[in-house]
């Protein structure tokens, strides 16, 4: 697969017939900031237009104005999945593929389905509606980006769970920018149009911070340009013409390759999702490999195997395309880089890799900072450089609770 | 960790902050709703608002309006209360003396970017605003971001065309106490049908504003990133996450920087974020050295690099200290340096770099030799 995935757009402008379905994704930066209100808001003008819209999922959150907003539509009734005891209602995906509406709206794409449902997550859920031709809009908020994961933890103590795969997000044809001021948002934290009381509170001392949500909503900001930024780019048939040199843009022709070394150390995780978020942002290919012992010398205890082949699984998530190596040490990767000669693997052609007299094609490569001191000694070749993430597993310091191993998905 | 913090405010710099809340306390306050053309439903949300604000009790009253309105904004008009406009010559002005007379919590103004008719006390709308605010009112206003004077140029390599009324440079930083972003998709693909025919000149009017739109969300960030900074600084609080990307080149005398520097700049636009470049004072430079230094520097200023040159014996302590204060989240430094003694103590720093730059990283950027 490759390790970049072409906006709809893209595809679009293959197909000019045949209109692929069209996902929208509402970007908000907490709760409350009237994602799901828009949402509704946006179904009711279509069904003013005439399309056939429906409401595949919807959760009221026991908010009047929104209620109120959702009248009139069509519900697709919700499917109840019994799970130890507990009645759970989740969106019905085949009634809405039985409906066969034009468009459907879904809240809260993060969320991760209770066990015994057919798909784990509910954009894999999306994902289907828009494979059978169904236009979706949808909402997130920004924390729930996986690429932002770490950064997240770190601007609100809290390591977020519920995540959705920056290729996603991209594969959107829009993503559109739910804003309103932390200042709105608190006064209407604090009248209880967003949480019950008890949970207002807590939600107080955690997110909704001024300065915290000050963070988040910036942070939505600069996502929701930069997304608009590549969709213009994919869509833009030459590179570079019309723009003057005082706001250059990303040449579409060259291409940065990024390459994450991974280990078994848990730090992986966050090089894994900042080499994704710097290969989105560079328009970069990227790739993570692993080294592994070739002639039995020294064994990787099995554990550390499965750590890496977590990894290697969470990168492929992410669309990152994962290799092994044999090797001893991590200049292996290195050499990957530079020597890998024949029976190159389909999708990373050597010249891609290596050849690089192309002095604006760089080559990032991310290592944990333990592994890059083993690498100073080689002293890297001309136009080649290295990117050491100098980034622990953040313990105490600040952050909120016990060290928390990163999310990885498995 | 606060105590030692280089944000720790001087007492000065508290005074000055408790005098502006002071006079903010008494101004009213100024909510603006951006829009990055007409249409994007900018009146709709604050109308929207105005409407809820009431509902809940505030005294809400709309003092000026758009000529024309779609059904759904005019089903919100009904619900508020609206002082008339002044008709004069033919154009209209807000009735600035009623408003005062009347003096609501919030005055609501659809459309900031007015000039008025000639013989009105002031000669533009945002002067009208002002006079809201010094008289305690609060003011709640939509603008189309291509009347900000200070995104002029901008506006006009976008589009061509220069607006003939502007928001001065400085009214929205001086008192603007919020700003919302109105979002939405340039062209709506959903209410559009099956390759509706995409002429030419609709994609072109697309990417237009598909990049104005671009530029209200930054905007919008950049101030909001002032504020978040002023108010971390005000509550003695560690600029410790970097939500913009940050970039910093350190450079040398000996090194041939100009590709650091180049991919420097082009990481720091890719990311809309800032650039620094900063050199570390080393004694006793030849003359050879000094000409390549400012060569290096002058490049660097060039590129639009905020350029600062720091001093201090331990050059990796000056250097991550730097990176600290100003929330560097990209180090790139050159890795090889002239033979001997030199190369071993330029090595020793660029693992203490590493070691130490926690979240930041580093490019450790080789040179030719």
Redesign the interface.
Known sequence: MSSSTPTRAESTRDAPSKRPAQLRVLLGYAAGVGKTFRMLEEAQQLKRQGKDTVVGYFEPHGRKDTIAKAAGLEMIPTKTINYRGVDFQEMDTDAILRRRPAICVVDELAHTNVPGSERAKRWEDVQVLLDSGIDVITNMNIQHLESLNDHIFNITGVRVRETVPDWFVKSASEVVMVDATTGALLNRLKRGDIYAPEKAQQAMENFFKESTLAALRELALRQTAHELEIREIAEMPEPAEGFSPASPRPEKAVRDRILIYVTADPSTAMLIRRGRRMADYLGADCFAVCVSPHDGRRHLATQDIEAIQKHLNFARNLHIEGRTLEGDDPAESKRYSRDYRGGAPPAVSTGDLSASADRRRSRLFYFDSQSVMKLSGSAPRPSMFIQALARRVYTGAGAKGPGVMPAVAS | ?ATDSPHRPTPDQLLAEVELEEIRKRRGRL?VFLGYASGVGKSFQMLDEAR?RRERGEDVVVCALQPEYPPEVRAILQKLEIIPMLKMGGAEAIDVAAVIRRHPQVAVIDGLAYDNPPGSPNAHRWQDVEQLLDAGISVMASLNLQYLEKLQE?VE?ITGKRASCTIPRGFLDRSSD????????AID???RG??AADSATR?AEG?KL??L??LA??V??SV??R??ES??RS?G??W??G??ERILVCVTPKSSTA?MLE?GR??A????GEFYVIYVQQPALSQHDRTVLEQNLDYARQLGAQVEILTGLDAAEAILKFAREKGITQIFIG??MPQGAWRRLW?NL??RI????????????????
């Open positions: 960790m909510k809820r901008e390599r919020e700003i919302v972003v109105v979002d939405a998709p693909s959903l209410s099956i390759a994609l990417h598909s990049r739109r671009e969300l930054l919008a960030a909001i990133d504020q978040l108010y971390l509550h609080m560690d410790s996450w939500v913009q590709q991919s082009r990481n636009d890719r990311f809309q890795h090889s090595s660029i693992e590493i070691r130490f730059a926690e979240g930041i990283d580093v490019v450790v950027y080789p040179h030719p030799r």
